[in-house]
């Protein structure tokens, strides 16, 4: 069974939102305004998270615009994909991932402004691929940035375009792929790593570039 959520518009002023979902899902999110408090739960495989995907339709929205926002996301599941772009000055993004085989594929900042970013993320499982670009075409200033990973076998591609980063990272699990480009300057990445068999590469393209492990 599929079920769809279509056509979500948050308009300005709108204080909170709760999608709850099961088994193959799809959800269809535009956003545009401030001061928002977005939730968002997804439990069950094969949910979607629009913004585009296309063969696994859904196929575009999950447009997120504003200032002062702050975004809850779980997904718990298998088989999860979670595409598209926002663009948030002076928020928070606090999201959960719980599975295997799950695709993850967004941008932040990639249209406009994306400055003084609060961002946690946990993700628990295996063979899950990622693909998070950070600042993208509109370099953004701060950045706060608290990543757990817990599973092996996943792939894990970060591309950073921001000035003033803080960057967390706890990785726990084996033969995990991790790729991640710093493209400004007044980077800070610390590292607490623990597993075996990991392929780990960090491209620094700046000065002022801190990395301890």
Same mark, same amino acid.
């Given at each position: 069974?599929?079920?769809?959520?279509?056509? *979500? /518009?948050?308009? /300005?002023?709108?204080?909170?939102?709760?999608?709850?979902?099961?088994?193959?899902?799809?959800? #269809?999110?535009?956003?545009?305004?401030?001061? /928002?408090?977005?939730?968002?739960?997804?439990?069950?495989?094969?949910?979607? #998270?629009?913004?585009?995907?296309?063969?696994?339709?859904?196929?575009?929205?999950?447009?997120?615009?504003?200032?002062?926002?702050?975004?809850?996301?779980? &997904?718990?599941?298998?088989?999860?994909?979670?595409?598209?772009?926002?663009?948030? !000055?002076?928020?928070?993004?606090?999201?959960? #991932?719980?599975?295997?085989?799950?695709?993850?594929?967004?941008?932040?900042?990639? =249209?406009?402004?994306?400055?003084?970013?609060? /961002?946690?993320?946990?993700?628990?499982?295996?063979?899950?691929?990622?693909?998070? !670009?950070?600042?993208?075409?509109?370099?953004?200033?701060?950045?706060?940035?608290?990543?757990?990973?817990?599973?092996?076998?996943? *792939?894990?591609?970060?591309?950073? !375009?921001?000035?003033? *980063?803080? %960057?967390?990272?706890? +990785?726990?699990?084996?033969?995990?792929?991790? %790729?991640? +480009? &710093?493209?400004?300057?007044?980077?800070?990445? +610390?590292?607490?790593?623990?597993?075996?068999?990991?392929? +780990?590469?960090? =491209?620094?393209? !700046?000065?002022? &570039?801190?990395?301890?492990?």
């Amino acid at each position: 069974m599929m079920n769809k959520i279509l056509g *979500v /518009l948050i308009a /300005l002023g709108l204080s909170s939102v709760v999608l709850g979902a099961t088994t193959d899902n799809e959800i #269809f999110l535009e956003q545009v305004g401030d001061t /928002l408090t977005l939730t968002i739960d997804q439990v069950g495989y094969g949910n979607k #998270f629009g913004g585009t995907i296309v063969s696994g339709a859904v196929a575009t929205d999950m447009l997120i615009t504003g200032s002062s926002v702050t975004f809850n996301l779980d &997904q718990i599941g298998n088989q999860n994909q979670l595409f598209g772009p926002i663009t948030l !000055d002076s928020s928070a993004i606090d999201m959960v #991932f719980t599975g295997d085989s799950n695709i993850f594929d967004w941008s932040i900042g990639s =249209t406009g402004s994306a400055d003084s970013l609060d /961002l946690d993320l946990a993700v628990t499982g295996s063979s899950n691929t990622w693909d998070f !670009d950070l600042g993208s075409a509109a370099t953004g200033e701060s950045l706060n940035y608290d990543l757990t990973l817990i599973g092996s076998t996943n *792939v894990f591609n970060t591309d950073i !375009d921001y000035d003033n *980063v803080v %960057w967390n990272w706890e +990785i726990t699990g084996s033969r995990n792929n991790i %790729w991640t +480009i &710093q493209k400004e300057d007044n980077q800070s990445m +610390i590292w607490d790593f623990e597993g075996d068999d990991a392929d +780990i590469d960090v =491209t620094q393209m !700046d000065e002022d &570039q801190l990395l301890t492990v």
